[in-house]
């Protein structure tokens, strides 16, 4: 292992070690909390309200600051907020930064030293985005189960004569996490003065999805030319539904293919780890000579090219 990757796995893992220790502990950031509350309270008019959510990028104050001018981090932070994790955008990089470490230090060791064990650490670096990924998929998924219920709650309560911000709020009473808090929140930007379409854009930019933006049309058309919405609700709610239906077959006919591209992209990987296991440097040939880089280079272009492959085959547009 060279000098130079031993200096740069100690530098990530000495800034993270610093990171995590500096950033305050919970009970502090309660009191913060509780101070912050007290000073608005106290402030020159009684009058004022906070309605802006205030987001915080990290504990660490500089990196706060400098994170709050970096498109990435307000990007990143979105993907935070639509998983629904509780990490910051500095905590997120703390923990790839450890993941990375570790697991440069361990390809290094374990497999070859160089390219081959900077490697390993970078795939390991995109564990915790890969975790956050899984999760905003899976409350993706879930609010498209409930939205069209969601909508039949809302033509009723525009039969029985609430008004629109009423009847989300409703919404929020009724159904379950992710659909219910957001429809609140959805709610109480209106009643703060937020335009009604305004709010509509918000609530599709924390859920881009296409159910929801079909929503999202129709009840904004509906403003602009009249008419009744509870019916245009009713009808909207059986598009929804039919395409749920149709999404459900779609998956259960193309899961062969889906399991048989994860098995073959696998495959490779899991040899080399269990190979690397039972004789640790035994693949260093595949990144010490000119020949094995090649073959390298070769395998994982042809695994991309099938990925892709595989993948237009079972991805079906409706």
Not at 156 to 183: I, K, N, Q, T, Y
Not at 265 to 294: C, D, H, I, Q, Y
């Amino acid at each position: 292992m060279s000098m130079l990757t031993v200096f740069l796995i100690l530098l990530v893992a000495v800034f993270a070690t610093i990171a995590y220790f500096v950033e305050p502990s919970e009970a502090d950031k309660r009191i913060f909390e509780r101070l912050s509350a007290l000073d608005r309270r106290q402030g020159d008019d009684p009058e004022q309200t906070e309605i802006i959510r205030r987001v915080t990028f990290s504990r660490v104050e500089w990196v706060d600051r400098y994170l709050r001018n970096s498109n990435f981090a307000l990007r990143l932070q979105l993907l935070l907020d639509q998983a629904k994790m509780t990490w910051t955008v500095g905590r997120f990089a703390f923990f790839t930064a450890i993941m990375v470490a570790v697991g440069a230090l361990i390809g290094n060791w374990w497999i070859a030293p160089g390219f081959a064990g900077w490697l390993l650490g970078l795939v390991a670096g995109l564990v915790p985005l890969s975790i956050v990924l899984y999760k905003r998929a899976a409350r993706f998924r879930r609010f498209n189960a409930l939205l069209p219920e969601a909508v039949d709650l809302i033509a009723r309560s525009l039969r029985a004569g609430h008004s629109l911000p009423s009847a989300l709020v409703a919404v929020s009473e009724e159904v379950d996490e992710p659909l219910g808090p957001e429809f609140r929140r959805c709610a109480e930007e209106m009643s703060f003065g937020l335009p009604f379409r305004d709010s509509l854009m918000h609530l599709f930019r924390r859920f881009p999805l296409q159910d929801l933006q079909f929503l999202v049309s129709a009840i904004s058309l509906q403003k602009e030319t009249g008419g009744n919405l509870a019916e245009l609700l009713d009808k909207t709610a059986a598009v929804l539904r039919g395409r749920i239906h149709l999404q459900q077959k779609v998956r259960v006919h193309t899961a062969q293919g889906r399991l048989t591209g994860a098995i073959l992209l696998a495959m490779p990987f899991v040899a080399f780890l269990l190979m690397n296991f039972v004789s640790p440097g035994w693949t260093r040939p595949l990144f010490e000579t000119e020949f094995g880089k090649k073959l390298t280079y070769y395998t994982l272009g042809s695994m991309a090219l099938g990925a892709f492959t595989i993948r237009r085959i079972i991805r079906v547009d409706y």
